[in-house]
T-cell receptor, first 110, second 116 residues
Framework: RKEVEQDPGPFNVPEGATVAFNCTYS??????FFWYRQDCRKEPKLLMS???SGNEDGRFTAQLNRASQYISLLIRDSKLSDSATYLC???????????FGTGTKLQVIP | NAGVTQTPKFQVLKTGQSMTLQCAQD?????MSWYRQDPGMGLRLIHY???????DQGEVPNGYNVSRSTTEDFPLRLLSAAPSQTSVYFC???????????????FGPGTRLTVL
């Protein structure tokens, strides 16, 4: 089993739709969790951290379920500019324990 | 601030050649790292550094060397390039040195390397 798993997609959704991605992780001792966004042929950029209590930033909501070992990202009212690949990142103890998922591709269509 | 810069943006090498990928950051971050990104594999950690003079291996260190003589610079050296090292290389930096929690990483624009 991979340490961090994501559905590669693509998720093709119309503008205005709500879309959700999940990311599962295998190490129950994982410490911190993030969602990064990566545009085609560009570098990853932090979208949001994921806290145990869940957190929201505008149209984006991230949640952590430690019992089931997954994190989620919900995007409401999708925009064309949301089209990108969304990377899940799980950190363990120590800087070498940073694990990236392979990403979920989102395509928002007019 | 320029953030994290990488040079070159593109490079083509022949098998057996050596080269150095440059990475610099002007944010006074202690932590720097090198990743490679391959289709279907996600980003994989090659080497990292928690401060000047301190480096350590990541998940895929073979064939690569690093050094960290200053806080700003973290070059990655390919000793003898192989086709398996064809990839996109990203350098990243992060502001904290605490290894117990991850913090936001700032990535450079990447170097696209092809080894023939």
């Amino acid at each position: 089993r991979k340490e961090v798993e994501q559905d590669p997609g693509p998720f093709n959704v119309p503008e205005g739709a709500t879309v959700a991605f999940n990311c599962t992780y295998s190490n129950s001792a994982s410490q911190s969790f993030f969602w990064y966004r990566q545009d085609c042929r560009k570098e990853p950029k932090l979208l949001m951290s994921v806290y145990s209590s869940g957190n929201e930033d505008g149209r984006f909501t991230a949640q952590l379920n430690r019992a089931s070992q997954y994190i989620s990202l919900l995007i409401r009212d999708s925009k064309l500019s949301d089209s990108a690949t969304y990377l899940c990142v799980v950190n363990g103890w120590g800087y070498q324990k940073v694990t990236f998922g392979t990403g979920t591709k989102l395509q928002v269509i007019p | 601030n320029a953030g994290v810069t990488q040079t070159p943006k593109f490079q083509v090498l022949k098998t057996g050649q050596s080269m150095t990928l440059q990475c610099a950051q002007d944010m006074n971050h202690e932590y720097m790292s090198w990743y490679r990104q391959d289709p279907g594999m996600g980003l994989r950690l090659i080497h990292y550094s928690v401060g000047a003079g301190i480096t350590d291996q990541g998940e895929v260190p073979n064939g690569y060397n690093v050094s960290r003589s200053t806080t700003e610079d973290f070059p990655l050296r390919l000793l003898s390039a192989a086709p398996s090292q064809t990839s996109v290389y990203f350098c990243a930096s992060s502001p904290r040195t605490s290894g117990s929690r991850g913090d936001e990483q700032f990535f450079g624009p990447g170097t696209r390397l092809t080894v023939l």
